[in-house]
């Protein structure tokens, strides 16, 4: 096996999870950006975090609230989610409505959720590293609901045709649609 040296675009090697819609609003206005630097960081309770800029216009929602939404999108939603990646919330511009994404009312937060998502968590903040130009954002999540015909007996299902996305950089995305069992 011959291997070259990789001297920029590192993330592309290790994309930690597939790409999700990041929600949250205080009431008058809201927003929702993608973030393909989000992880799992806790079983017991459940937690999450994910990274984001501090410039983000949605992220001034998140500090101010501490509460968000992460919303898993279909591979069908890839111009969605691209949209939502390049287009600013600060434009005034509403993302929910703009790239046809539908409203969710949250159970146990404020913030809006992504209808057309196939899964919705809703978090609490628990933590925000300062990490300069960004941040990392540690939360809780304290509600969860997922299509019924991708999430089954706890586990994600590949069979009805879900296809998760992950980002590869610039406008390039791969899918995850099956699940392979080792020995």
Partial sequence: MTKVK?????????NPGSVVLVSAGDGEREGVFAVSWNMPVRKDPPMVA???S?????????????EFGINIPEA?????????????????VDKFAK???GRRQAEKIKAPLVETAFANLECRVSQIVDMGAS???IGQV??????DQH????QLVFDNGLELLHHLGGNRFCVSDRVIIGE
């Fill in 6 to 14: 990789v001297e920029s675009n590192i993330y592309s090697l290790l």
């Fill in 50 to 52: 994910f990274e984001s």
């Fill in 54 to 66: 501090q410039g983000h216009f949605t992220y001034q929602f998140v500090r101010k609230t501490g």
């Fill in 76 to 92: 069908k939603m890839v111009n969605q989610v691209l949209g939502c990646g390049k287009v600013s919330g600060k434009t005034g």
């Fill in 99 to 101: 790239f046809e994404l």
């Fill in 135 to 137: 941040a990392l954002v």
């Fill in 142 to 147: 304290v509600a969860a609901v997922a299509d």
């Fill in 151 to 154: 999430f089954q007996n706890g």
